[in-house]
């Protein structure tokens, strides 16, 4: 699943336990959350709550165009859920 945040103005800390916490329950239904073009504030606010440490970089360089290759194959494994 791709998240596109490319016009997200700022993001708080409840949003980003929000993504956490959605990463947590799709993650045993296989569903990989991938988060598309954060930038600046968007970018920052996750950085400070240890945020990369646990799901690694956020890049501005992750667009939607560039995921879609990994959504297409991922998106083969998954049909099935519901």
Sequence with gaps: MIVFL???PR???AG???IEELRKVLA???IVLQLAE?????RDAPRRSSFEREYGPLETGRTVHALSDWKAVDATSHAALP
């Design 6 to 8: 490319g016009l997200v």
């Design 38 to 42: 954060p930038h600046g504030e968007v």
């Design 28 to 30: 045993p239904r296989g």
């Design 11 to 13: 993001i708080d800390l």
């Design 16 to 18: 980003v336990l929000f």
